[in-house]
């Protein structure tokens, strides 16, 4: 089972992905950390990443895409995978899918987290680190693990947040790309809900990001 995993930052995403790898045995493939080990293991499609992530400029598809569908060939995606992060905009989406049809590989489930942009940057914002333990879920914005007033609602800990998820410039930038259903990160998932219509070997599932974690599992797990 090869699956593509679409849903904005705040969706829920990385913990579905972590549920469906453990759930499925599927190896958890996401793009950034596919960077960093061709990088640390100074391959040349790596080296030549390197230059550009240097120079603070985007890699060019002709090095990501080469990097992804050789990582997707390796032994322990044979029995299918798990690719997060990427497509992130249209054209990548164009040309993952020619690579992947061009290398024999099925592409068969395409995940889409629907989520309103508003709850999504609320969902990031409002995370909430307990000093304790960092397994202890807290969020102002999600009512299943609001805080006990302004600790932890599991052990009375004091919570943190972590810079990033303040940085509400950074946030709003991926969304940006995320959002954008011209040439962005949806118009990606909508090109494959596209190809999905009229191709049976590959379904194209939409979940409801606004349910409590469980039942976005759930959902998940009934519709593959
Ligand atoms: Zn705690």
């Not at 030549?48 to 060019?60: C, M, N, R, S, T």
């Not at 974690?213 to 759930?218: G, I, Q, R």
Request: net charge negative; charged share 30%; glycine share 8%.
């Amino acid at each position: 089972m090869n699956v593509l995993f679409f849903g904005p930052n705040g969706s829920g995403k990385g913990t579905q992905g972590a549920i469906l790898k453990e759930k499925y045995k599927l190896p958890h493939i996401e793009s950034g950390a596919i960077f960093r080990v061709n990088i640390k293991g100074g391959t040349e499609l790596g080296m030549k990443a390197k230059e550009f992530i240097d120079k603070g400029e985007l890699v060019p598809d002709e090095i990501t895409i080469p990097m992804i569908l050789s990582r997707l060939q390796e032994d322990d995606c044979k029995n299918g995978w798990l690719l997060d992060g990427f497509p992130r905009n249209k054209n990548q989406a164009i040309k993952l899918d020619e690579a992947l049809k061009a290398a024999n590989m099925s592409l068969d489930i395409v995940v889409e987290i629907l989520l309103d942009r508003e709850i999504a940057k609320n969902r990031i914002m409002g995370r909430r680190l307990c000093v304790n333990d960092n397994n202890h879920p807290n969020n102002i914005f999600i009512d299943a693990i609001k805080p006990d007033g302004d600790k932890c609602r599991v052990c009375g800990g004091e919570l943190t947040s972590r810079a990033d998820d303040q940085d509400e410039d950074a946030i709003d930038k991926r969304h940006s790309i995320y959002y954008d259903t011209d040439t962005g990160t949806m118009a990606s998932a909508y090109y494959f809900r596209d190809l999905a219509e009229n191709d049976d070997s590959m379904k194209y599932i939409t979940l409801e990001g606004k349910a409590a974690l469980p039942d976005v599992t759930a959902e998940l797990v009934s519709k593959l």
